[in-house]
């Protein structure tokens, strides 16, 4: 396979590996947008503590995650404007996009590595923190709070380690209430389903980012040292030259 024939698909492969990074960095957005304005995160974030563990949290996972997406259609957009111009400028700045979100990649991946459970604390202190207020002064503000996030997860009070509701929870989960789930396993659940998803766009991104920074760090060396690209140029015609009784036709030459 010629130089010529391996830069044509490496060309064609960046493009659809940018069109990929575009369209996961539009989920990535869409999933920190409805984690960080979600009625389930955002009932929790609310909640009247003085020091709200979770919220830091919700915030640092909003702005990392708008960061992210940006830098990852930024990076697409830079590297397919300068596939198409070969131009090699543009193309050292969607590596350099790629490179950044690999970095902020590689970071999340090691802190879900070694905190797996910081934010499902964080929630489930949030929510012990509210029940017990509400269970020890019904007549307060707490009581309310409390029946918001509960109708939110749709879920009643908390059961002990042996399976059955703790008295003063009893109290709140009567009639079609007492059919819903524990609180403490809803919002594990809800929590789960939304881990699960940043795994997979998480790991998805690692390996298109990596992908995607071999393919331009190839076209910008092809670029730069004009093997195997189209140099760009005017041609021009020459006037005819004779050497003694010779004439020779016009000929085209390429000058940049």
């Known amino acids: ?67 992210l997406a940006g830098l990852l259609s930024l990076g697409a957009a830079l590297s397919t404007i300068a596939t198409v111009r070969e131009a090699h400028g543009l193309m050292a700045a969607g590596f350099l996009c790629f490179a950044l979100s690999f970095c902020i990649l590689v970071q999340v991946a090691f802190w879900r590595f070694y905190n797996p459970t910081q934010v499902e604390d964080a929630v489930l202190d949030t929510y012990d923190f509210v029940y017990d207020q509400a269970m020890k002064s ?44 524990d609180c403490l396993q809803s919002i594990r659940n809800v929590l789960w389903t939304h881990y699960s998803i940043a795994s997979i766009l998480t790991c998805t991104s690692l390996a298109l ?37 010779q004439t020779q036709e016009p000929s085209l030459f390429r000058w940049t």
Request: glycine share 8%.
């Open 1 to 67: 396979m010629g130089h010529w024939n391996r830069i044509k698909i490496a060309k064609c492969q960046i493009l659809i590996t940018n069109f990929l990074v575009l369209l996961l960095g539009l989920s990535m957005a869409t999933m920190v947008v409805v984690i960080h304005f979600g009625d389930h995160f955002t009932v929790i974030g609310h909640a009247s503590l003085e020091r709200n563990p979770y919220e830091t949290l919700r915030y640092w996972a909003f702005y990392v995650g708008i960061s």
């Open 138 to 181: 019904p007549s307060s503000n707490w009581w309310q709070e409390l029946a918001v996030i509960q109708d939110t997860f749709l879920c009643c009070g908390k059961k002990s380690p042996f399976g059955l509701l703790v008295s003063t929870g009893a109290i709140m989960c009567q009639g079609r209430e007492a059919m819903r789930e």
């Open 209 to 245: 980012t990596v992908y995607a920074m071999m393919l331009c760090a190839f076209l910008w060396f092809a670029i730069h040292s004009y093997h195997g690209l189209d140099r760009k140029g005017r041609y021009s015609l020459t006037p005819p030259r004779s050497h003694g009784f």
